[in-house]
Structure formats: C-alpha cells, structure tokens
C-alpha cells in the first residue's frame, strides 16, 4: 500500500504534499483518545487508511483562517471525527460551523492561540507525548525552492527561503504587538524539544533557541 505517511517521533506522524508554490505537512498526533489531524492535505483512499490503522482519528483542525482547503476530503473519510476551526473560517468554507477552536486542550493536547494577530488566527499545538511543538505560518523553514515558483514566493513574498524565518507578511498579520510578544513566551515555556512547521523542514536540533532567534 502506498502512502506518504511517515513517522516523526513517539505517537507522530506527517503527510506531505503541495499547493501550488507551497510544501505542506499535515502532522498527525496520536494520543490516548485517538488521534489529532493538524491541518489536512488531501489524501487518497489508500492514505487514509493507513492513518485508520494507527488509531481512530477524533479530531481535524483547520489550525488558522488559510489552512482549510482539504477540510472536506477529510471530513469524507473521517466522517465519526470532530472539526475545530476558527470561528471566522465559517464565513469562508462551508464545512465550517460557527464553532471556535478555543485555546484549551484538544483530545489530550495543548493548544493554544497566538493573540494579537486577529487577521489570520494561528493556533499552535503541544504534542506531551513526542515533546514536540507544531506551527503552521507562525514560521517557515523552506531551505531550497523547487521550482520558479516556490522560488517567488519564499525568496522574494516571504523574505524566508534558506532560513527558518517568519514571512515578511506577519506585520499586516499582527494587530497587538504586546500581546503577540505574551504568545511567544508562553509558547517557548513550553518544553518541546522539536518544532514541525507546515512549509518546510522540521527543526530537531536546538528547536528552542532556532525558534525564540527566529521570532524575538
């Protein structure tokens, strides 16, 4: 069976794909509950059967307002799972109730949004079991382009290919600039010892310092 599911670490797992210039990673999180899909890709039957095997899936999230396009594809093969997205993305995919992803556990996880930056409504999420902290555009990590495209968008939209970095477009997204700057240092409280992003290679050495350099 071919699948492009791949292990990460204790109770975590990735699926990669593309969407248009972007890399994308959909991060699987198991827990005792069942298991957490962090903003889906979309997957062919196949793919969702070998995630099926790990465990009961309990949970999508669309984890901000711009990760939400494959949010049907996984709600047809993981019908029994709960969907948690902001409540803004109601007006925008129609798979979206008027339901909050509030920042509280999910299924036995930390999650927790980033304030102060209502314009695009990041949420992070602590995996306890594999210490590990997963972002989606709160920072990209893309260190070579494939492609004219990715090339555009990273090098010269994103200010951020070659570095693990936080795109250019973070100054329109942020509203309250102290109350961003509370989010980070909770988040980095945290005691994770790797970082998975949705564009670009996972951090697994020195996640802490790479980044509080990238975002402070």
């Known amino acids: 069976m071919s699948t492009r599911l791949k292990p990460l670490g204790e109770g975590l797992h990735e699926m990669q794909a593309t969407l248009g210039p972007f890399p994308i990673r959909m991060t699987v999180m198991q827990t005792e509950s069942g ?3 962090w903003s889906p890709v979309a997957m062919a039957p196949a793919e969702a059967e070998a995630i099926r095997s790990l465990g009961p899936v309990r949970s999508i ?3 901000n307002l711009f990760h939400h396009v494959h949010l049907k594809n996984a709600m047809e093969h993981f019908p029994e799972a709960t969907l948690h997205a902001p409540q803004e993305l109601s007006d925008k995919n129609p798979c979206v109730r008027p339901e909050t992803l509030a920042p ?4 036995e996880l930390q999650v927790h ?5 209502l314009k695009i409504q990041e949420h992070i999420a602590y995996h306890e079991t594999s210490r590990t902290l997963v972002l989606t ?3 990209f990590n893309v260190r070579k382009a494939r492609g004219l495209r990715q090339w555009f968008v990273f090098r010269l939209l994103a200010g951020t290919l070659g570095k ?5 477009l973070w100054r329109f997204f942020r509203d309250n600039h102290a109350l961003y700057q509370e989010s980070i240092e909770a988040m980095l409280a945290l005691p994770f010892e790797r970082v998975v992003v949705a564009h670009g290679e996972v951090i697994e050495t020195r996640a802490k310092d790479v980044l509080r350099d990238a975002l402070l």
């Open 35 to 37: 298991l957490t899909l």
């Open 164 to 168: 693990t970095k936080q795109s250019r």
């Open 61 to 63: 999230v669309a984890p």
């Open 104 to 107: 509280s556990s999910l299924d």
């Open 113 to 117: 949004r980033v304030e102060g930056a």
């Open 137 to 139: 555009d709160l920072l």
